[in-house]
């Protein structure tokens, strides 16, 4: 069965301030639609409009690197709308992303499955 190298993430959260979420959600996606290697970049609010699920997707450990630059000139002002409770990383992470993301709640290395 066929695999891939793709990286991906989640986060969790709550809104604390909507007008900077959305500033940071505006500018954080802008950047990362123009990234290589960036394949799925989605933001999700539930029913009670304030707590929020992010799903990324990158190629590969190099783009999931690359992606950090981008979100480093983002991250205060994101931290400012919103609370990050969880940050999960699925996929072959390698040393230097692993290095990079230490903050993560938790590093998934993928176990079994397929892609087709």
């Given at each position: 069965m066929k695999l891939n190298k793709?990286?991906?993430?989640?986060?969790?959260g709550k809104i604390i301030n909507k007008a900077k979420?959305?500033?940071?959600?505006?500018?954080?996606?802008?950047?990362?639609?123009?990234?290589?290697?960036?394949l799925n970049h989605e933001w999700y609010v539930a029913?009670?409009?304030?707590?929020?699920?992010?799903?990324?997707?990158?190629?590969d450990s190099d783009a999931a690197l690359a992606h950090l630059t981008?979100?480093?000139?983002?991250?205060?002002?994101f931290l400012e709308g919103a609370t990050m409770d969880s940050f999960n990383?699925?996929?072959?992470?390698?040393?230097?992303?692993?290095?990079?993301?230490?903050?993560?709640?938790?590093i998934m290395s993928r176990y079994g499955g397929f892609v087709k």
């Open positions: 793709n990286i991906a993430w989640t986060v969790d979420y959305n500033e940071a959600m505006e500018k954080i996606t802008t950047a990362t639609f123009n990234e290589e290697g960036s029913e009670n409009q304030e707590t929020i699920h992010i799903y990324e997707r990158y190629q981008v979100w480093s000139q983002f991250a205060a002002l990383v699925y996929g072959d992470v390698t040393p230097e992303l692993k290095n990079a993301v230490a903050g993560a709640t938790s």
